[in-house]
């Protein structure tokens, strides 16, 4: 039978927070509180106090089961009975780390299927023989599959992770300080709880909009057309522009018949024979005319890019 969760380490494991924990988890997502902290670290356990080792001993019992679980000579279908078993007793502390980093962007349902794979992977890596109690292997081993879920599949830009790190502090202080304060906290209030300069919190602000890319489909309201929509693009057409600029002076540089021929050929859209009989001369000579023609057009052009 599965049991909830009150405590472990690297959790919420102060006395008076469990008395408020339902307000305070509310407004700060990482579960931790607001203090002023000049380096912005947000990552680590949270060390065990003396009287929260007595709440391991919920945990207690199943320290058997690991030890059955890393003997060899345990039958197979037995061990996966364990296995299994080990993980359903344990799921509540997943579930309890998943809660801690609600509120930042993520369905807390993905979050929990996540934390289930960290405390499968803690099932699978824990050793009983080195002496330490499961719940101080599986805490870190689950947080760090959630973390690295956050850094490698949430971010749609790449951010620094000092950036991550500040705005981390920044969601969990100003959730803090709007209960505090009853309103949303300007920037300099953070600043001046974290103990670190404002542009540093304007900063930490800025990250967020890499935290979402927005779909070019939506649209800011049911009046307006999708994002998409609205976006420019590059008409290919003004490069033909550009270039019939450019053809101009070069064309006018060249003999009467030869920029006619060219003119009839590529401006008239007509064929070498067409052309032949409108000019009076073979279609082979208007073919070399042409060659000629277009090679000193390709030299003219290229000696005016290069003087500009």
């Known amino acids: 039978?599965?049991?909830?969760?009150?405590?472990?380490?690297?959790?919420?494991?102060?006395?008076?927070?469990?008395?408020?924990?339902?307000?305070?988890?509310?407004?700060?997502?990482?579960?931790?509180?607001?203090r002023p902290n000049p380096s912005i670290r947000t990552e680590g356990v949270i060390p065990l106090?003396?009287?929260?080792?007595?709440?391991?001993?919920?945990?207690?019992?199943?320290?058997?089961?690991?030890?059955?679980?890393?003997d060899d000579s345990v039958p197979e279908a037995r061990r996966?009975?364990?296995?299994?078993?080990?993980?359903?007793e344990h799921l509540p502390v997943?579930?309890?780390?998943?809660?801690?980093?609600?509120?930042?962007?993520?369905?807390?349902?993905?979050?929990a299927q996540v934390a289930k794979v960290g405390l499968i992977h803690a099932v699978d890596r824990f050793d009983p023989g080195r002496?330490?109690?499961f719940l101080s292997f599986a805490v870190p081993t689950i947080t760090g599959e959630v973390r690295r879920y956050f850094r490698d599949a949430t971010w749609a830009i790449r951010v620094p992770r000092r950036l991550k790190e500040l705005n981390a502090a920044i969601t969990a202080c100003a959730?803090?300080?709007?209960?505090?304060?009853g309103r949303a906290p300007r920037p300099r209030e953070i600043a001046k709880r974290l103990n670190v300069p404002i542009e540093d919190v304007h900063e930490g602000l800025q990250v967020s909009f890499a935290y979402h890319t927005s779909s070019l489909d939506t649209s800011a309201d049911e009046e307006?057309?999708?994002?998409?929509?609205?976006?420019?693009?590059?008409?290919k057409r003004l490069d033909l522009v550009e270039n019939r600029e450019a053809l101009y002076p070069a064309l006018a540089a060249l003999p009467k018949r030869e920029a006619s021929i060219v003119a009839m050929r590529f401006f008239g859209d007509m064929t070498q024979s067409q052309i032949a009989q409108r000019v009076g001369i073979s279609q082979m000579h208007v073919s070399r005319l042409l060659a000629a023609s277009l090679q000193k057009l390709r030299h003219t052009i290229m000696d005016d890019q290069a003087a500009n």
Not at 62 to 67: E, N, S, T
Not at 94 to 111: M, S, T, W, Y
């Open 1 to 34: 039978m599965t049991r909830p969760v009150t405590g472990y380490p690297g959790g919420d494991n102060d006395t008076a927070v469990e008395n408020t924990a339902a307000a305070s988890s509310a407004a700060t997502p990482s579960g931790q509180l607001c």
């Open 49 to 70: 106090p003396v009287q929260e080792k007595e709440r391991l001993d919920e945990y207690g019992e199943f320290r058997p089961l690991f030890h059955q679980l890393a």
């Open 80 to 88: 996966v009975t364990i296995r299994n078993r080990l993980v359903v």
């Open 94 to 111: 997943a579930e309890h780390i998943a809660r801690k980093f609600r509120n930042r962007g993520q369905p807390v349902d993905d979050l």
């Open 131 to 133: 002496g330490s109690d």
């Open 175 to 181: 959730g803090q300080l709007s209960q505090e304060l």
């Open 224 to 235: 307006t057309q999708h994002t998409g929509a609205t976006m420019g693009h590059t008409d």
